[in-house]
């Protein structure tokens, strides 16, 4: 198959595991024998030029704290238009890539930033088929509209979004379905997966005679920091010292420093600061435990997955992607989501009443089994197979909608700028 993969962003501009797994799948699938072309932007940062990646598209980053802090509320609302609703060099851009690479169906993975709701519009009108992988709440966000609110727009784009996804968690489904999107005609659930060769076997651990704890990703309150912090005095309150929690990812808040040195717990909850992704799973096989505290709506969370192919075995929120896919006490552990359950869980292995040994087997078993790129990409290729034989009949020319998203895109502006004066 011809397989145009069309992402916001793509390594090695990353921000989470979205643009990792889309590279993942895009290489998987190159190496079964398809051609595949990537469309994307330039990203944030330089990136070396590969042969089957264009980066054509331009990148509007509504979430640019440097733009958020200093822009007019007009212009943030124009950027808002831009990321989410249409941007008509993006469609242009798209268009020729479409004629240029002429493919048998679209993958899209991540749309913010892009225009998404106005490349779905083209590729509607241009009658080519899509799949779209969805690893988080996508298709609400770009229904945002400040001034209008989200309902009605969203009316209308669950009236005309017809088209095939993957979505990584029944989480995620249902989220998107709440706020009144219909993933119509066909959704395949289809988890996310671990990168790299499984670590060595660790079902036979030497004690170091402490607990030794990993938290890896954003340092933000929605993936449970200030729950791990908040864990770790409970320990300590209860006289339990033999632990230590290292956690890694970028410390944009002092906050949570802050707290650790409120409680004095300074030998216990270090901060490591932010490591590239294939430096990071190497450490993992230094660690006992990964801790995810995460909040009820993650959308799934790979971390967890990376370092239970190394033997790190993942405690994590009860409530989560990615509980939905792990068993407790078989792959892993879990918790509800508060300082004391965590608290307990970690002392459950501390006091030795949890043998972590038979877990970190059967989880790296099954990661290696079921949680691996070269597992689910078959049934990913199965999917953009389907799709790639609908019937591209009464498609629109591409003049007719280039001319259209120009206006589309002058309305919205007149639209925000007097919303704004008003």
């Not at 989470?16 to 469309?39: N, P, S």
């Not at 650790?260 to 932010?274: D, N, Q, T």
């Not at 239970?308 to 009860?318: E, K, N, Q, W």
Request: a neutral charge; one cysteine or more.
């Amino acid at each position: 198959m011809r397989i145009l993969t069309i992402s916001n962003l793509y390594p090695p501009d990353v921000v989470g595991g979205y643009e990792i797994a889309c590279r993942q799948a895009v290489e998987a699938l190159l190496e079964r024998g398809h051609d595949v072309q990537v469309l994307t932007t330039p990203g944030r940062s330089p990136s070396p030029r590969v042969a089957h990646v264009d980066r054509a598209l331009r990148l509007t980053d509504p979430f640019s704290q440097f733009v958020n802090r200093l822009s007019t509320l007009s212009t943030i609302r124009l950027m808002d238009s831009g990321s989410y609703r249409l941007d008509a060099f993006n469609v242009d851009r798209t268009f020729e890539a479409l004629e240029r690479f002429q493919p048998d169906v679209v993958y899209l993975w991540n749309l913010l930033g892009i225009g998404g709701l106005g490349l779905l519009a083209a590729l509607k009108h241009r009658r080519v088929p899509w799949v779209w992988h969805l690893m988080d709440n996508v298709p609400s966000y770009l229904c945002r509209w400040n001034s209008l609110g989200p309902n009605r727009l969203i009316a209308e784009v669950a009236r005309q979004l017809r088209g095939r996804y993957v979505a990584c968690s029944r989480r995620v489904v249902d989220e998107i379905e709440r706020d009144g999107i219909p993933l119509l005609p066909e959704v395949e659930l289809i988890p996310n997966w671990a990168g790299g060769p499984p670590g060595s076997d660790r079902s036979s651990r030497a004690s170091s005679g402490r607990l030794r704890i990993i938290s890896a990703g954003r340092i933000t309150p929605e993936k449970g920091v200030g729950v791990l912090i908040e864990s770790a005095r409970v320990l300590r309150d209860r006289g339990i010292e033999s632990f230590e929690i290292d956690i890694f990812g970028r410390l944009l808040d002092h906050e949570y420093p802050a707290l650790v040195h409120r409680y004095g717990l300074e030998g216990w909850v270090s901060f490591k600061g932010e490591l590239p992704n294939a430096e990071l799973v190497k450490r993992y096989a230094d660690y006992d435990v990964f801790a995810f505290p995460t909040w009820e709506r993650e959308p799934f969370g790979i971390a967890p997955l990376e370092a239970a192919l190394h033997g790190c075995v993942p405690i994590i929120s009860r409530l989560c992607g990615i509980s939905e896919w792990l068993v407790d006490g078989v792959h892993c552990l879990k918790a509800d989501r508060t300082p004391e359950a965590f608290a307990d869980r970690f002392q459950t292995v501390i006091d030795r009443t949890v043998d972590l040994g038979p877990i970190a087997a059967r989880a790296q078993r099954v990661v290696s089994r079921e949680f691996r790129v070269e597992a689910v990409i078959p049934r990913i290729e199965a999917i953009l197979e389907r799709a790639s034989r609908e019937s591209r009949a009464g498609a629109g020319s591409t003049e007719e909608f280039h001319r259209l998203a120009i206006i589309a895109e002058r309305l919205a502006r007149i639209i925000v700028q007097e919303g704004c004066a008003a």
